[in-house]
């Protein structure tokens, strides 16, 4: 159980251009979904918190306008980087949380802007 | 300012020796600590979690970690490393933000030789 997917794994997209990621929560509803980008060798930094039906919060020096965050259902929340440029290129992870300090983590989206 | 402290970025131990993991955290309230370990390909898997009670607290693969609040640490500890634990291990606290986040360390990469 508690299985997060995210889709694509892999994504090359174009300087400019807009790309799509999916997380879903297969076998559980989750009220918040996170949002996380890590850097090679490096931490996960959470980049947003999403409530299913209400605006993300962002952290401090995100930038809303670029990371577009929907929340639509209990099992679907989508990151959408616009206007995407090579230093946007990451590995995108998200997760999904049921109740409090509770978090399931996807497999990671990797994102190169070429 | 909270935050999480993983001193040591690279371990390599011998298949079948005992390994320690160092986390510290600060945190200025009751901390919830968690231990998640990342393999290629793969979302973080949940290795065990200190919320109350018991400091010494058991997870899966034999893991266990040791929260003692004197040192604001939680290390994490397994008594005989297998080939199959070589990973990114990643060391978070739970803070109340809003809904809630988790902070990250950022991870210690063990190398286990065979």
């Known amino acids: 159980g508690a299985v997060v997917s995210q889709h694509p794994s892999r994504v090359i997209c174009k300087s400019g251009t807009s790309v799509k990621i999916e997380c879903r929560s297969l076998?559980?509803?989750?009220?918040?979904m996170f949002w996380y980008r890590q850097f090679p060798k490096q931490s996960l930094m959470l980049m947003a918190t999403?409530?299913?039906?209400?605006?993300?919060?962002?952290e401090q020096g995100v930038e809303k306008d670029k990371f577009l965050i929907n929340h639509a259902s209990l099992t679907l929340s989508t990151l959408t980087v616009t206007s995407a440029h090579p230093e946007d290129s990451s590995f995108y992870i998200c997760?999904?949380?049921?109740?409090?300090?509770?978090?399931?983590f996807g497999p990671g989206t990797r994102l190169t802007v070429t | 300012a909270q935050s999480v402290t993983q001193p040591d970025i690279h371990i390599t131990v011998s298949e079948g020796a005992s390994l320690e993991l160092r986390c510290n955290y600060s945190?200025?309230?009751?901390?919830?600590l968690f231990w998640y370990v990342q393999s290629p390909g793969q979302g973080l898997q949940l290795l065990l979690k200190y919320f109350s009670g018991d400091t010494l607290v058991q997870g899966i693969k034999g893991f266990e970690a040791e929260f003692k609040r004197s040192q604001s640490s939680f290390n994490l500890r397994k008594p005989s490393v297998h080939w199959s634990d070589a990973a990114e291990y990643f060391c978070a606290v739970g803070v109340a933000s809003g809904t809630y986040k988790y902070i990250f360390g950022t991870g210690t990469r063990l190398k286990v030789l065979a």
């Open positions: 945190y200025g309230a009751t901390p919830y």
């Open positions: 076998d559980f509803q989750a009220t918040t």
């Open positions: 999403s409530n299913e039906g209400s605006k993300a919060t962002y």
């Open positions: 997760s999904a949380s049921p109740s409090t300090y509770e978090q399931y």
